[in-house]
C-alpha cells in the first residue's frame, strides 16, 4: 500500500487542523492506520492509531481529547483531525500502516511522505 499525507500549514496555538492520508491499493481496509510525527533531533512519536474497520483507536497521551482519528474504507483515506492545538504538536506528520493496532513504529511497514505544520504561539 502506498500513502501520501497532506494538510499541513502554519495554523495559531488553540486552532485545528485536519490532516488526511490518502492510500492506494485494495488492501487497504485489511491495515491498522497510525499517525507519527517527528521533530529535529528527537525520535519519531506515537500520536494515533485506528483498527481496520475504524471500530477502534488509540492515542498518545498528550494528543488524547484533542486529536481524533478516523478512516473511510471506501476513499481509502485516514485523517486526523486536530483540535485545541499547541506548540508542542509542530511537526513533520506521517501516516503509516501496520498489521496489527500498535504504538509503535518497528509495527508498521508502510509509510508515507510527511506533511508539516507548525503552530505559532
Known amino acids: 500500500v502506498q500513502l501520501q499525507a497532506s494538510g499541513g500549514g502554519l495554523v495559531q496555538a488553540g486552532g485545528s487542523l485536519r490532516l488526511s492520508c490518502a492510500a492506494s491499493?485494495?488492501?487497504?481496509?485489511?491495515?491498522?492506520m497510525g499517525w507519527f510525527r517527528q521533530t529535529p533531533g528527537k525520535e519519531r512519536e506515537f500520536v494515533a492509531a485506528v483498527d481496520s474497520s475504524g471500530g477502534s483507536t488509540y492515542y498518545a497521551d498528550s494528543v488524547k481529547g484533542r486529536f481524533t482519528i478516523s478512516r473511510d474504507n471506501a476513499k481509502l483515506t485516514v485523517s486526523l483531525q486536530m483540535n485545541s492545538l499547541k506548540p508542542e504538536d509542530t511537526a513533520v506528520y506521517c501516516c503509516?500502516?501496520?498489521?496489527?493496532?500498535?504504538?509503535?513504529?518497528?509495527?508498521?511497514?508502510?509509510w508515507g511522505q510527511g506533511t508539516e505544520f507548525t503552530v505559532s504561539s
Open positions: 503509516a500502516a501496520s498489521r496489527v493496532l500498535a504504538g509503535v513504529s518497528k509495527f508498521y511497514h508502510y
Open positions: 491499493g485494495r488492501t487497504f481496509s485489511n491495515y491498522y
